[in-house]
């Protein structure tokens, strides 16, 4: 079943007060919002904060998401987290494959298959992240890349196994910029990225996979972006980060 999600990328935010401030006022703000059938509302803190946000949302339509997590099942990796060590906290899904992941430590597609076979493993659900830079939108490389990117690091998966994959598109050029895409934009992108789906797996598969939008995501743009046919739902950081703008942006899904 294809699912509606608001997903809340905290990135590298919030002391552990400040996460239970704002799960506080997350709670909230959402307990008068309705959510639709297959509508899911995730949000990302850090590792050191996952415990504390999996107990306080108990019960609570917010569900819990790491933002990321080694690839090897335990060992000599001083300061890395194992899915193992994020099921037991009651962690049920883990974000692979941001941008500032692949820019800033070097993550490759190579790698992240490793990453995203590891937490299938352990029974974690993936938001995988991908999308375009600036230059390969201005050299019209965009489809091309996307589409390696998926193929590379994705269809290796047999079909069951990518009924645990949600998609977020996030074209790089928009995350942290102020800089959306036009829900145009993003429409012609997940309308490619679902035809790749299709051609790979079936038709069927294809439309029960949800593919979120990420990139400059708030309250004023965020109804147009989920109204068009293939967006279901947002990746959303910067908006996140505050109670009233997230639960705006759940409310436009
Ligand atoms: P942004 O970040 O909403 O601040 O652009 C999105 C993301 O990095 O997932």
Redesign the pocket.
């Known amino acids: 079943m294809r699912q509606k999600i608001v997903a809340g990328?905290w990135?590298m935010n919030n002391t552990l007060d400040e996460t239970k401030k704002l799960i506080k006022e997350l709670k909230k703000e959402l307990k008068s919002v309705k959510l639709k059938k297959d509508t899911r509302v995730i949000i990302a803190p850090t590792f050191v904060n996952l415990l504390t946000a999996t107990k306080k949302t108990k019960k609570t339509k917010i569900e819990v998401a790491a933002q990321n997590m080694h690839q090897a099942k335990n060992g000599a990796y001083t300061g890395e987290i194992s899915a193992e060590m994020l099921t037991s906290v009651g962690v049920k899904t883990v974000i692979l494959g941001?941008?500032?992941r692949r820019t800033y430590f070097n993550e490759t597609d190579k790698l992240l298959t490793e990453k995203v076979n590891t937490a299938l493993e352990n029974n974690l659900e993936v938001i995988f992240?991908f999308g375009e830079q600036l230059e390969d939108r201005n050299s019209e490389n965009h489809f091309k890349v996307v589409e390696s990117q998926l193929k590379n690091a994705l269809f290796h998966l047999k079909s069951e196994d990518i009924k645990n994959i949600i998609l977020?598109y996030?074209p790089v050029w928009?995350?942290?910029?102020g800089q959306t895409a036009s829900a145009d934009q993003a429409q012609e992108m997940h309308a490619f990225i679902r035809g790749l789906f299709a051609s790979e797996y079936s038709q069927e598969l294809a439309d029960t996979i949800s593919i979120l939008y990420?990139?400059?995501?708030k309250p004023n743009n965020a109804e147009e972006i989920f109204s068009k046919p293939d967006v279901d739902g947002g990746?959303?950081?910067?908006?996140?980060l505050k109670a009233k703008d997230f639960s705006a942006i759940v409310k436009a899904i």
């Open positions: 990328n990135k941001h941008s500032e992240c977020a996030e928009a995350i942290g910029t990420g990139g400059s995501v990746l959303i950081g910067g908006a996140s």
